[in-house]
């Protein structure tokens, strides 16, 4: 459902000049991807892209409500651009997680908000509203503004922001319901993405040349299980991409994030050993070491479960880069119990891990518990965790000092003189190189040093056509 007030008051925006948009995503790689797809329907709509909110007549916000900094954030610019609502005309929107509890309040501050599912009806709304749109009195048909009601906002064409990276979502929403996560509760229940459509937009990026592309959802891997019909699960898709890099002949990597251990299976890790565009990287969230803090989590699996997995990865992939996503500090994480975290990463010896210090989100399940970690423990657990993640992550990256690797190059250095890029396991390695033309293509780095949880570089030489599908 799409709300909306709109003051008819301030519908008349200068049209002395384009209309400009500005959006601001928070939180995840999902709110960037929905971002992408707003993004295209706007510009549909004749509106243009500005990075300078003051000069924008169109203000959104694709919000988080996971993360309090993120809400912390909306309502800082909200009351910012309504600050500017006195002196110029603007209107303003909201979309992304948002927590029923804060629809009413986000109503009250923003002219528009509306639910990712309801991206395809925007042109309709912005008529039914009477607002002024740059193409307003032009038949929609002409100005090729699809209207369909049944479109999925899937099937809209995003306007990716990257020339060689981009997110293709697979499925949306989560029925896992871990009782610090809100998601559950602000995208609704899973959704699998129809397959054909997943295959065409890969297909479309890896014709257009794109080189990483990383596969989107909350739990990518329980992918399809809402489809009883169709028994086309998260292994099919991933046989079928490899496919196309297979046909292809042409190199990029496929990602994937995040995938829930309790759904992850073998014959996934063997798919992608089978083709070489299935990326050697695996993000598997552990987020703590001891079955009893999981079990308040609502995570699902036991440690054992997950030592399973990562047996299986070793075994099936040995090359493949093992990330995860830690909370240190959840209610009621005793020393034991984060003694266990510890002992965890050093037996899975990570290559990276995100980590994060407990804190209440409002929506979860957990924010209704005593916060009974105090900050100060929660700080030192952090502390203490990120240096045995530096002491384990170091050791893996030593071992590619003297290798010569492919890498894609991503960006400039933030030092002078120094690229950016990725390996296929996704370590970051700095390139001792200012050729800007290098970004956005792959390149094979002789890897000169290691640190703690990166690597430094230099190009060896361009990757040869095709190398990535066959580097025998
Ligand atoms: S699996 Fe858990 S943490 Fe991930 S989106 Fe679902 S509820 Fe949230």
Not at 314 to 330: K, Q, Y
Request: hydrophobic share 35%; glycine share 6%; aromatic share 10%.
């Amino acid at each position: 459902m799409i709300l909306a007030h709109i003051d008819q008051n301030k519908q008349s925006l200068n049209r002395t000049r384009p209309l400009r948009y500005f959006i601001l995503p928070l939180g995840c790689q999902m709110n960037s991807s929905d971002t992408e797809r707003i993004t295209s329907v706007l510009e549909d709509m004749g509106y243009e892209p500005t990075s300078h909110e003051d000069e924008a007549d169109l203000l959104g916000v694709v919000s988080c409500s996971v993360r309090q900094k993120a809400i912390d954030r909306v309502y800082g610019r909200i009351h910012q651009w309504n600050k500017w609502k006195d002196k110029r005309s603007l209107i303003t929107f909201v979309s992304g997680c948002i927590l029923p509890a804060d629809e009413k309040k986000f109503l009250k501050l923003f002219d528009l908000l509306f639910k990712i599912d309801d991206l395809p009806r925007l042109p309709d709304i912005f008529d039914q509203y009477g607002m002024v749109t740059p193409i307003r009195g032009i038949s929609r048909k002409r100005a090729g503004i699809r209207t369909d009601f049944d479109t999925h906002f899937w099937d809209i064409q995003p306007k990716y922001s990257s020339p060689f990276q981009a997110f293709v979502p697979i499925q949306n929403g989560c029925d896992k319901f871990c009782t610090f996560c809100a998601v559950p509760y602000t995208r609704g229940r899973e959704i699998s993405r129809g397959s054909k459509d997943i295959l065409n937009e890969v297909g479309r990026l890896v014709e257009k040349g794109y080189k990483s592309i990383t596969l989107l959802g909350q739990n990518v891997n329980s992918y399809g299980h809402d489809k009883k019909e169709d028994a086309y699960f998260f292994k099919d898709l991933m046989e079928d991409i490899g496919k196309i890099g297979t046909a292809s002949k042409k190199d990029f990597w496929v990602y994937f994030t995040s995938p829930h251990p309790r759904d992850m299976t073998r014959d996934v890790l063997e798919t992608m050993a089978k083709y070489p565009c299935l990326a050697n990287n695996i993000h598997l969230p552990l987020q703590s070491g001891d079955d009893r803090i999981l079990k308040k989590m609502n995570r699902s699996y036991t440690i054992n479960h997950y030592e399973n997995i990562v047996r299986w990865v070793r075994e099936i992939l040995p090359l493949a880069t093992l990330f995860t996503d830690i909370i240190v500090g959840f209610p009621d994480e005793e020393e034991e119990h984060f003694l266990g975290t510890r002992q965890a990463m050093d037996q899975f010896q990570f290559h990276m891990a995100y980590i994060a210090q407990y804190s209440p989100r409002p929506g979860a399940v957990s924010a209704r518990w005593e916060d009974t970690v105090s900050a100060n423990t929660k700080k030192s657990r952090f502390r203490i965790l990120t240096t045995d993640l530096m002491r384990v992550a170091s050791a893996q990256n030593e071992k590619q000092a003297g290798k010569i690797l492919p890498v894609l190059i991503e960006a400039e250095g933030r030092k002078k003189g120094f690229l950016m890029g990725k390996t296929e396991g996704r370590i970051p390695i700095r390139i001792a190189s200012s050729d800007k033309s290098l970004i956005g293509s792959f390149a094979l780095v002789r890897v000169t040093k290691s640190l703690s949880l990166s690597l430094e570089g230099e190009v060896d030489s361009l990757l040869p056509a095709g190398f990535l599908q066959n580097p025998s």
